[in-house]
Each structure stands twice: as C-alpha cells, then as structure tokens.
Nanobody
Framework: QVQLVESGGGLVQAGGSLRLSCAASGRTFSTYTMGWFRQAPGKEREFVGRINRIGNTYYADSVKGRFTISRDNAKYTVYLQMNSLQPEDTAVYYC???????????????WGQGTQVTVSS
C-alpha cells in the first residue's frame, strides 16, 4: 500500500512558476513509476508526465519544455516543476504510483488527493 500526499499548489500569474511535491509512504517508493495528472473544471483527468524507477521521464506535448519531473528516492518524493505557466494549466494536479511502467492512466494503483493550481491571466 502506498499513500501519496501532494503539496505546493496555489495561485500564480501567467508566466510564473510553481513546484509541486508528492510525498509517498512505503519503502518500495523507488521501484514505482510515478505519474502526474491534472483535471481542469468540466474536463477529464489527463496525463501530464511520468518518471520511472531509473529516472526516465515522458511528458504530454502540452507541457513538454515547460514542466520537469524529478524524484528523490531518499526522501520518497517526486516533484513537478512547472515553468511558463498559462491559464490553461489551471487544474487540480494529482500524483499517482504504478508498480510497473505506468503507460496509461488506468495502470496507476495509488493516487493522491490532488492540489489546486490556478494560473491567472
């Protein structure tokens, strides 16, 4: 069982930056693929990016070049650095954990409660 807690959300102006953190419980954290997802009002939850156990990352086209995912296995934490934020990035951001490759959303077994990110124009 893995418990995930996101933090770092808030209100930021367009062009600004935020860093989200996701703290995990469980000594098996380093073996999980960690994903970030987001859900805007009235929209379905969508993939943002993921990082696998060896640190390889993959991003949605909409955030590529602006967002960076990293992990600190010693701290059981994964990060989402968001730069050049735009109003369309406004959403609740979730982290999730998958024991395997985490290629699709339904693969992820564990989810955090989410943290709100609001980008004003």
């Amino acid at each position: 069982q893995v418990q995930l807690v996101e933090s770092g959300g808030g209100l930021v102006q367009a062009g600004g930056s935020l860093r989200l953190s996701c703290a995990a419980s469980g000594r098996t954290f380093s073996t999980y693929t960690m994903g970030w997802f987001r859900q805007a009002p009235g929209k379905e939850r969508e993939f943002v990016g993921r990082i696998n156990r060896i640190g390889n990352t993959y991003y949605a086209d909409s955030v590529k070049g602006r967002f960076t995912i990293s992990r600190d296995n010693a701290k059981y934490t994964v990060y989402l650095q968001m730069n050049s934020l735009q109003p369309e990035d406004t959403a609740v951001y979730y982290c999730a954990a998958d024991q395997f490759l985490g290629l699709v959303q339904r693969d992820y077994d564990y989810w955090g409660q989410g943290t709100q990110v609001t980008v004003s124009s």
